[in-house]
Structure formats: C-alpha cells, structure tokens
C-alpha cells in the first residue's frame, strides 16, 4: 500500500512513519500542502493521510486541489483521512465538504490510525457506515 502523509510537524512526521514501519506500506512524506499535492500529481497513492493546519497550502486546500485533480483525469478517488486536533462536529463536517473521507484524532492513537487505513482499503462497495 502506497501512503502519502503530509504533515508540517517534524516530531509528528517521525511518529507516522513510526507507526507505518511495521505495516510494510510505502510511506511518502511531505511537509506542507503543496509538497502534498505536488507527490500527488506525479505519483499514485492508495491513501492520504492530512493534516489539517500546514504552512503554504492547508490540509483543507490540498484536499480540494486533489479532488479537482481526480476530476479532471477522470481516474479513481484516493481516501483522503484528516489527521488533526480540530475535531469539533463543524470541523470535521468541514472537512467531509472539502472531499476528505474520515478523521483521525491527534494525539494519533495507532489502534485509530490503523482502523481508518483498513477502511479505507476496502473497496467502496464494501465499506461499512
């Protein structure tokens, strides 16, 4: 599984990439938004994980240029899961309008992180609401 993770957090990046190691997936970093959606454009993920408050491009921005990128190429949507602290109902409903699939809570909890990867994997007609 190919995972792209932006997150402008270097303590969190090395959490992630922590809590990946032991899944045996393909984890591409990037710092910012944009460093996000430049890996985005020029390769093919299975899942992104997204930070919501990064510098240059927000996780919300990013989400949005992704989902307008699928659009155009006409190719299958990628689950986009929000990693973040701002979990408020408005918030999270905020995140569903800019094409995200699911959150996941900061402080990551790996038994969280791993059940929205899982999910996330499944092919749409089997996913469970």
Do not use: H, W
Not at 20 to 31: F, K, Q, R, S
Not at 81 to 97: K, R
Request: glycine share 4%; hydrophobic share 55%; aromatic share 4%.
């Amino acid at each position: 599984m190919r995972i792209l993770a932006a997150e402008d957090n270097a303590t969190n990046r090395r959490v992630l990439a922590a809590l990946m190691a032991p899944l045996g997936v393909e984890l591409t970093l990037a710092c910012d938004g944009m460093e996000a959606l430049e890996a985005f454009t020029t390769a093919a993920y299975d899942l992104v994980l997204m930070d919501i408050q990064m510098p240059v491009l927000s996780g919300l921005e990013a989400a949005r240029a992704m989902r307008n990128l699928e659009d155009q190429r006409g190719g299958p949507r990628t689950p986009i899961v929000a990693v973040t602290a701002n979990v408020m109902s408005y918030q999270i409903e905020e995140y569903l309008a800019a094409g995200m699939d699911a959150v996941v809570p900061k402080p990551l909890q790996a038994d969280a992180l791993l059940q929205a990867i899982l999910r996330a994997a499944e092919p749409p007609s089997l996913v469970a609401a």
